[in-house]
């Protein structure tokens, strides 16, 4: 997979998901919004997505093109735990079972999104500092590659 993306990985899966049912995009004040790089005050109930080191998978011995995984981190925050926590659990099986060879379009380019692994999750973080808010997160790979410009 790999190669160069006009849209950061955390962005494709952003609309991806919000593509399966599983969020809004911003400035939404209902529906569980879906950031990404920085999480947004409000609503209470939000998902942020951030881009995290990846992994390369090796490379084609033809074309020398490396085969790499893009990194990303899911952070779902609820306004308790049972909520918090079924929203994230509905994600891990979104990125279980429903993200496969799917192609998403951002603006007027497109990505095939072949396949999420998770590497972790969900973990409970605890709560917001200051805040009754509580915090989950899910970590992932995901291979992806730019269709059209």
Request: net charge neutral; no cysteine; glycine share 10%.
């Amino acid at each position: 997979m790999g190669g160069t993306l006009t849209d950061a990985p955390a962005d494709v899966l952003r609309y991806l998901l919000i593509q399966l049912g599983h969020g809004v995009l911003p400035p939404a004040s209902s529906g569980w919004p879906i950031s990404i790089s920085s999480e947004q005050d409000l609503p209470d109930q939000v998902i942020t997505i951030y881009d995290t080191a990846g992994r390369y998978d090796g490379r084609s011995m033809q074309t020398g093109q490396k085969w790499e995984f893009y990194g990303v981190q899911i952070r779902v925050r609820g306004v308790n735990h049972p909520d918090g926590q079924l929203k994230a659990r509905q994600i891990a099986v979104a990125l279980d079972e429903s993200i496969r060879n799917n192609v998403v379009t951002i603006g007027a380019t497109q990505y095939g999104v072949y396949s999420a692994s998770r590497t972790s999750g969900p973990i409970s973080i605890g709560k917001e500092p200051n805040t009754n808010r509580v915090l989950f997160t899910i970590n992932a790979v995901v291979a992806l590659r730019q269709i059209t410009t």
